[in-house]
Every structure is written in structure tokens, then in C-alpha cells.
């Protein structure tokens, strides 16, 4: 949140001073890649219990506002995000003699991308180090017997995409990598886990000028 209150304290002063100054309101959608794999947890006796694959990772959501500063060509745009994603596991427990399930947990975070890029015409292109503050997480993995989740408070990656204006209409498409693994707040009999990818995301969004 430190970050956060630093970028709104220098978007106001530097709105004084730039005439080029727009903010503006953007949601959209987002598609998750994490891979194929899959977990095999053992018990606090190293026996195999429970063989955990990724079903699907579904369609998020996204809104908050952006920022823009311009500079002629060069632009500034932070941004402040809140992004919701879910995916759905497919659980066999091996103690168990009943079919797998299918399992869904959903993720909440605010994002905040800080992007630099270029402009001509219409056309933009930028880039940047995104964060991931996380907020909290609705899980159907939690009644599971030796499950505990521990999230990071923060997390980092990257962005970079395409843009297309018109008027006070701002199009864009995004490719997002993360540098952590997806997962890693899985913890199974105090033992922690993770898929072997880190996640990507495919970003579509709508933004509207509002001065």
C-alpha cells in the first residue's frame, strides 16, 4: 500500500505542472496460462495422499483506474487495479474410495502496473514492472484435511502490450509474466507446494478518458 500512496502523492503533484495529464477508468478480461501439471502431496509418513491437477483456469476480471502522463511521444502510465482470476482443480484423494472433484479457488489482488511507452497517432506501445498486492483468496481446497494457505503480501512482474486510441477510448492488449511460481501459497501437512510454471496472462481492456 506503501507504493501505492507514492504514485497517487506524485500523479497530484505533477498534474500541476503537465498539461498532458488524463486519467481515466479501464475494466476488462483476462485469460490465465498456467501449463499442465499436476501436485502429488504425501502425508506427514511420505505416503502419496492427495494428486492435485489444474482443470481450468477460467476467464478473470479486471477494473480500476489509469493514468496517463505525455511527454510529445514518451508517456508515463500508472495504474491501480483491482484484478479477480479463478481456477479449478481436479482433486483424487487416496484415501478416499469415492471419484476425483473438481475444486475451485478464487484470487483477488490490486495491481499496479507502472508503464512506460511510446506514442504515435493512435497507436501506443508500453511496458513495465507490475505488482500484485494481494487482498484475499475464496478457496473449496480449505476443508481439505492438512491444507493452509499462506499468501505473499506482494508479489512482481511484468507487462508489456499494444494500444490503439480513439478519441477518449483507449484499447489494449497486454501480455503479463510473473516471477513467481504459480501456487506457492499451497501448504500441505506444513509441507510447501507449487506448479513448476510461472503464470502468464492475456489482458484485453477498454479504458475511457474522463477529462
Excluded at 31 to 50: C, E, H, K, M, Q
Aim: no cysteine; proline share 3%; net charge neutral.
Amino acid at each position: 500500500m506503501r507504493n501505492l500512496i507514492i504514485i497517487l502523492t506524485f500523479l497530484t503533484l505533477t498534474q500541476v505542472g503537465y498539461s498532458q495529464f488524463q486519467i481515466g477508468v479501464k475494466g476488462g478480461i483476462s485469460a490465465l496460462d498456467i501449463g499442465v501439471d499436476s501436485l502429488r502431496i504425501t502425508d506427514p509418513n511420505s505416503v502419496d495422499r492427495f494428486v492435485l491437477n489444474i482443470e481450468n483456469a477460467n476467464y478473470g476480471f479486471f477494473f480500476g483506474l489509469v493514468f496517463q502522463m505525455r511527454f510529445d511521444w514518451f508517456l508515463i502510465q500508472p495504474e491501480v487495479i483491482f484484478n479477480s482470476n479463478s481456477v479449478d482443480f481436479r482433486l483424487q484423494d487416496n484415501a478416499s474410495t469415492q471419484a476425483s472433484k473438481i475444486l475451485n479457488e478464487t484470487y483477488q489482488n490490486l495491481d499496479i502496473p507502472f508503464l512506460l511507452g511510446l506514442k504515435a497517432g493512435p497507436l501506443r506501445i508500453h511496458a513495465g514492472p507490475v505488482g500484485h498486492v494481494f487482498i484475499k483468496s475464496i478457496s473449496e481446497l480449505k476443508d481439505l484435511e492438512g491444507y493452509k494457505t499462506k499468501f505473499n503480501d506482494l508479489e512482481y512482474g511484468y507487462i508489456a502490450g499494444v494500444g490503439i486510441d480513439f478519441f477518449k477510448i483507449m484499447i489494449d492488449v497486454r501480455y503479463e509474466g510473473n516471477f513467481s511460481r504459480f501456487g506457492n501459497h499451497f501448504n500441505f501437512f506444513d509441507k510447501q507446494y507449487n506448479f513448476s510454471q510461472n503464470p502468464t496472462r492475456l489482458m484485453a481492456s477498454v479504458a475511457i478518458i474522463l477529462n
